[in-house]
């Protein structure tokens, strides 16, 4: 069933005594009512009917700093690649303030293949998995699947995608609304920042990556 239909109709519905077969039928209530009420929805704030449109991302190569900043949000379902069962995967993120200096970046991926070295020994020493991971660096990357409703994404991206959020989580988020925009524009089409929704930042003072 078409998302945006049905969270206009769900809306709808708090007002009507038609029966909801209605507003679900394209031929009985035209597109432009749909969007007439998901408007609505956004402008007044009127946001619970917007828990009816569920979507689920896959979401591959992020590290585990931005994974747990992910998860924060709490109103969603979140499936992640265990590293208490599975050995965890070699592989990690490098930062871009780190890549900038030569002399940091050597340092850092010394570090972080020393400590895929001792998880290694560890657990060829009989450590179990789950308790070889404590050495591991926050950079190791992971994967996980991510489930939320709409109205659970705007609150993500509008502070997700400001300047303000961390750079890794930030790119998620983006990516994630590029995603929702190619199905269900209608819903999404305002999502952002929001210093993009109400025109001034709700910290006050812009932030340094901002005023770079």
């Known amino acids: 069933m078409n998302g945006e239909r049905l969270v206009a109709a769900a809306a709808q519905q708090s007002l009507s005594r038609s029966p909801i077969d209605k507003h679900l039928d394209p031929e009985k209530w035209p597109e432009d009512k749909v969007k007439k009420w998901i408007d609505i929805l956004i402008v007044r704030g009127y946001h619970s009917p917007l828990e009816h449109s569920v979507y689920t991302f896959y979401i ?5 700093v931005c994974s747990h900043q992910l998860v924060r949000h709490r109103i969603a379902s979140y499936t992640q690649y265990s590293q208490r069962w599975k050995k965890t995967m070699e592989n990690y993120v490098l930062p ?7 002399k940091l970046r050597e340092m850092f991926i010394k570090t972080v293949e020393e400590a895929f070295k001792v998880y290694n ?7 179990p998995p789950e308790d070889a991971r404590y050495i591991l660096p926050q950079a190791v ?3 996980i699947i991510v489930t939320m409703n709409a109205r659970e994404l705007l609150h993500v991206f509008s502070l997700r995608t400001c ?7 930030r790119y998620v988020a983006w990516k994630m609304l590029y995603e929702v925009l190619k199905v269900h ?3 999404f089409t305002h999502a952002g920042p929001t210093c993009l929704q109400t025109g001034k930042c709700p910290e ?9």
């Open 121 to 127: 020994e560890l657990i060829e020493e009989g450590v």
């Open 60 to 64: 591959e190569g992020c590290s585990r």
């Open 96 to 102: 871009p303030t780190v890549t900038r200096n030569e």
């Open 141 to 143: 990357t992971t994967k």
């Open 185 to 187: 524009p209608l819903i």
């Open 163 to 169: 300047v303000r959020a961390q750079w890794e989580i």
């Open 204 to 212: 006050g003072v812009p932030s340094e990556n901002f005023k770079k």
